[in-house]
């Protein structure tokens, strides 16, 4: 039986690129795939096989020129990096409240433009991967399936550190005051969220959260980091151990290996707008023996590499992770669980939203490294490098995971729970 499925992913690179993945195994099956993505991804889904039925989440720029993907999060992130370098407590305030607000604005927006989509799409099942409701999508009727591609401690619980926070999990001595301001800085934008959404004909919010759960909810994380023994999830709670998008072109290295090792450095779509910590870290990592492959964002043209290095705008991130020895990443959802489904340890460079948590949660594990991302040392970084790329017992340990991780074929997993879903 072919399905119609409906997918409205978040504008950012992560998400979109979960979606895909999935998306294009649904594809290949015979389903007919549907991206209600923002307007920005304009052709680039439909390049893919995909049909494209997008929407705006804010006016068009003036001029209506057009705008890369995710533009709108770039420009953000750029604008606001001076605040990553306060503590997650103080960023509630200055970066996670703002990016909430700017999401509920764009929910507003594209309501009607949504309620027109189901209309003409009319699917068997919506899917989204986002971290915020959009209520059209929850009152259309239809099969909801809820995509959590960010730490999962998003889906809260008492005995796990606050969502946001990069707390510790065996030290509680900072989770009331965490949640507490937390409280104080989002109780009133919620609750204002909260009214409006139920005013559309949705059900109330969970207290302080910002989207529903659905009728089934799957969640990108490996079975490693997890947090099921300290918060076990409900019979509708499944999990990916990774969704890794088969759409990226092959990868050829342009360059000749020599005696080290081959690194992989990204900060993200969104990191990778803050040049001056971006070019600190190629500056450092210059001064290593080492190889290096640099996902330079947006910003390319201001980032000037070293001679131990290549890099591009775009890289196909799920072909080079493979050949590389060593991640160092800014702790995205994206980056973290493909370097673990390749079996790659990390250094985490966090700067906002869930980041810290990824980094916290792979450093007290004992996966890779977090540093502090502003004011880590020289040594700080190099020492990190060469620790890390001489533990051959914990390479081993993750290599033999990451064959775990892959045989348990996320992708497909996905693909199959929404496919009975929609039966």
Same mark, same amino acid.
């Given at each position: 039986?072919?399905?119609?499925?409906?997918f409205?992913?978040?504008?950012?690179?992560?998400?979109t690129?979960?979606?895909?993945?999935?998306?294009?195994?649904?594809?290949?099956?015979?389903?007919?795939?549907v991206?209600?993505?923002?307007a920005?991804?304009?052709?680039?889904?439909?390049?893919?096989?995909?049909?494209?039925?997008?929407?705006?989440l804010?006016?068009?720029?003036?001029?209506?020129?057009?705008?890369?993907?995710?533009?709108?999060?770039?420009?953000?992130?750029?604008?606001?990096?001076?605040?990553?370098r306060?503590?997650?407590?103080?960023?509630?305030?200055?970066?996670t409240?703002?990016i909430w607000?700017?999401?509920?604005?764009?929910v507003?927006?594209?309501?009607p433009?949504?309620?027109?989509i189901?209309?003409?799409?009319?699917?068997?099942?919506?899917?989204?991967?986002?971290v915020?409701?959009?209520?059209?999508?929850?009152?259309a009727?239809?099969?909801f399936?809820?995509?959590?591609?960010?730490?999962?401690?998003?889906?809260?619980?008492?005995?796990?550190?606050?969502v946001?926070?990069g707390?510790?999990?065996?030290d509680?001595?900072?989770?009331?005051?965490?949640?507490?301001?937390?409280?104080r800085?989002?109780r009133?934008?919620w609750?204002?969220?909260?009214e409006?959404c139920?005013e559309?004909?949705?059900?109330?919010?969970?207290?302080?959260?910002f989207?529903?759960?659905?009728?089934?909810?799957?969640?990108?994380?490996?079975?490693?980091l997890?947090?099921t023994?300290?918060?076990?999830?409900?019979?509708?709670w499944?999990?990916?151990?990774?969704?890794?998008?088969?759409?990226?072109?092959?990868?050829?290295?342009?360059?000749?290996?020599?005696?080290?090792?081959?690194?992989?450095?990204s &900060?993200?779509?969104?990191?990778s707008? #803050?040049? +001056? !910590?971006?070019?600190r =870290?190629?500056?450092? @990592? *210059?001064? /290593?023996p080492h190889?290096?492959?640099?996902?330079?964002?947006?910003?390319?043209?201001?980032?000037?590499?070293?001679?131990?290095?290549?890099g591009a705008?775009?890289v196909?991130?799920?072909?080079?992770i493979?050949?590389?020895?060593?991640?160092i990443?800014h702790?995205?959802?994206?980056?973290?669980?493909?370097?673990?489904?390749?079996?790659?340890?990390?250094?985490?460079?966090?700067l906002?939203?869930?980041?810290y948590d990824?980094?916290?949660?792979?450093?007290?594990?004992?996966?890779?490294?977090? &540093?502090?991302?502003?004011s880590?040392? #020289?040594? +700080? !970084?190099?020492?990190? =490098?060469?620790?890390? @790329? *001489?533990? /051959?017992?914990?390479?081993?340990?993750?290599?033999?995971?990451?064959?775990?991780?892959?045989?348990?074929?996320?992708?497909?997993?996905?693909?199959?729970?929404?496919?009975?879903l929609?039966?």
């Open positions: 039986m072919s399905l119609t499925i409906l409205m992913p978040e504008s950012a690179y992560g998400p690129n979960n979606s895909i993945g999935i998306g294009d195994i649904l594809r290949r099956r015979g389903h007919r795939v991206f209600a993505a923002e920005s991804w304009k052709g680039k889904l439909e390049a893919l096989g995909f049909e494209e039925d997008l929407v705006d804010a006016p068009p720029p003036e001029g209506g020129e057009e705008q890369d993907p995710g533009q709108f999060w770039k420009d953000f992130i750029r604008e606001t990096a001076p605040e990553y306060k503590s997650t407590l103080e960023q509630l305030d200055t970066v409240k703002p607000a700017e999401l509920i604005d764009g507003k927006y594209c309501e433009q949504l309620k027109a189901l209309e003409r799409v009319n699917p068997d099942v919506i899917v989204e991967d986002n915020i409701t959009f209520p059209a999508l929850l009152t009727g239809k099969k399936v809820r995509i959590v591609s960010c730490n999962p401690l998003e889906v809260r619980g008492e005995d796990i550190a606050p946001f926070s707390l510790p999990a065996d509680r001595s900072e989770w009331d005051a965490f949640r507490a301001e937390y409280a800085t989002h009133e934008l609750t204002a969220f909260n409006w139920v559309q004909g949705t059900e109330p919010l969970p207290d302080l959260d989207i529903h759960e659905g009728d089934m909810n799957l969640y990108v994380y490996p079975e490693i997890d947090y023994d300290a918060r076990p999830l409900g019979p509708a499944h999990r990916l151990d990774s969704s890794v998008r088969e759409t990226d072109e092959d990868f050829t290295l342009p360059f000749q290996r020599n005696n080290g090792s081959l690194v992989y450095f &900060l993200g779509s969104l990191g707008s #803050d040049v +001056e !910590l971006m070019q =870290v190629i500056d450092v @990592l *210059a001064t /290593t190889q290096y492959i640099v996902s330079k964002g947006p910003l390319h043209e201001e980032i000037k590499l070293a001679d131990n290095m290549w705008e775009f196909p991130q799920t072909k080079i493979p050949q590389c020895d060593l991640v990443t702790g995205g959802n994206n980056t973290t669980t493909e370097a673990l489904h390749f079996g790659k340890p990390m250094i985490l460079l966090p906002f939203w869930d980041q990824n980094a916290q949660r792979v450093d007290e594990l004992g996966y890779g490294v977090r &540093l502090s991302t502003y880590f040392t #020289d040594e +700080e !970084l190099t020492g990190a =490098v060469a620790r890390l @790329l *001489a533990d /051959t017992e914990l390479r081993a340990r993750l290599a033999a995971a990451g064959e775990q991780i892959r045989g348990r074929d996320g992708l497909r997993k996905a693909a199959d729970l929404i496919e009975q929609g039966q």
